[in-house]
């Protein structure tokens, strides 16, 4: 059974820094997945914010977070994580990982492209 658990949200100052943390069961970083990061902020829909191919690295971005945020896997502990620098108010939003049966593809940012998700973890970016 896939199953998904995002961690790393917390209250930040506008231009600070959070890692948000995926880690993955059931499936392991040489299968053909790719781990996607969400966010929905309040009264709004979901948005793709970042996408990576766990065989070989590939990785997308919306344009919103280009140059601020990072994705990035660690094999060893099928752990995906998400470097968010230079946080903005507009950043504010629950946070989901999921994944996908098969490399992000072209409409990564697609929530209905994904199978599994984990739960939400909070980002709140003060001004």
């Known amino acids: 059974e896939v199953q998904l658990q995002a961690s790393g949200g917390g209250l930040v100052r506008a231009g600070g820094s959070l890692r948000l943390s995926c880690a993955a069961s059931?499936?392991?970083?040489?299968?053909?997945?790719?781990i996607g990061w969400f966010r929905q902020a309040p009264g709004k829909g979901r948005e793709g914010v970042s996408c990576?191919?766990?065989?070989?690295?590939?990785?997308h971005y919306a344009d919103s977070v280009k140059g601020r945020f990072t994705i990035s896997k660690d094999n060893a502990k099928n752990t995906v994580y998400l470097q968010m620098n230079s946080l903005k108010p507009e950043d504010t939003a629950v946070h989901y990982c999921?994944?996908?049966?098969?490399?992000?593809?072209?409409?990564?940012?697609?929530?209905?492209?994904?199978?599994?998700w984990g739960q939400g973890t909070l980002v709140t970016v003060s001004s």
């Open positions: 059931g499936f392991t970083f040489d299968d053909d997945y790719a």
């Open positions: 990576i191919t766990l065989m070989d690295g590939d990785t």
């Open positions: 999921a994944a996908h049966r098969a490399d992000c593809g072209r409409n990564w940012s697609w929530e209905y492209e994904y199978d599994n």
